[in-house]
């Protein structure tokens, strides 16, 4: 089952994940009930209206730069969890936002973050034990208990591409499953 957040009218997969180039089971989500998603939700409103460990991939197409605010870590971290939560695990959130050299980043009047791949670092709960007293990276874990390894990310001039998983129960050694991430 895959979960299409922000998913406005288009429902195309622009991230394959282990050689799924078509949706199997696709829940869409949109604030907007004008693009017909199957559930109509706010995603500034935590929690989401789904069980734990219902997805295997949530995909999130230039919507994550319209949530929360820049320097918001409170939020942050609670929809990151709570993506987390509702991922089974070994799942995986694919997600595409304008890199913060597009001009798209801040020019559009609607966002109201930008992600980078400095953000992703923050997801990964064995970042913080690698860098926590040795770097200049912030210690989140006294609200942030979450744990996400980054499986792919590229940024560019105008994008930014990445595909997280979902640790859950799951020994990082066993990270690497053989699986391939596409990028269309």
């Not at 394959?16 to 706010?42: K, S, Y």
């Amino acid at each position: 089952m895959e979960l299409l957040i922000g998913c406005g009218s288009d429902h195309a997969r622009r991230i394959v994940v282990e050689g799924r180039r078509d949706w199997t089971q696709l829940v869409t989500l949109d604030a907007n009930d004008a693009h017909r998603p199957d559930i109509v939700h706010d995603l500034e409103s935590i929690p989401y209206p789904f069980d734990d460990d219902t997805f295997d991939e949530i995909h999130a197409y230039e919507v994550l730069e319209h949530l929360g605010r820049q320097g918001d870590w409170r939020f942050f971290f609670a929809q990151f969890s709570e993506l987390w939560r509702i991922l089974k695990p070994g799942g995986y959130l694919a997600a595409t936002c304008p890199s913060f050299r597009s001009m798209w980043a801040w020019g559009d009047p609607s966002h109201t973050r930008v992600l980078t791949s400095g953000t992703i670092v923050f997801l990964d709960q064995e970042q913080y034990r690698l860098q926590v007293g040795k770097t200049a990276m912030s210690d989140f874990r006294f609200c942030y208990a979450a744990d996400f390894k980054c499986v792919f990310c590229h940024e560019d001039e105008l994008e930014l591409r990445f595909v997280l998983k979902a640790m859950k129960g799951l020994d990082n050694r066993a990270l690497d499953n053989g699986g391939k991430v596409v990028v269309q």
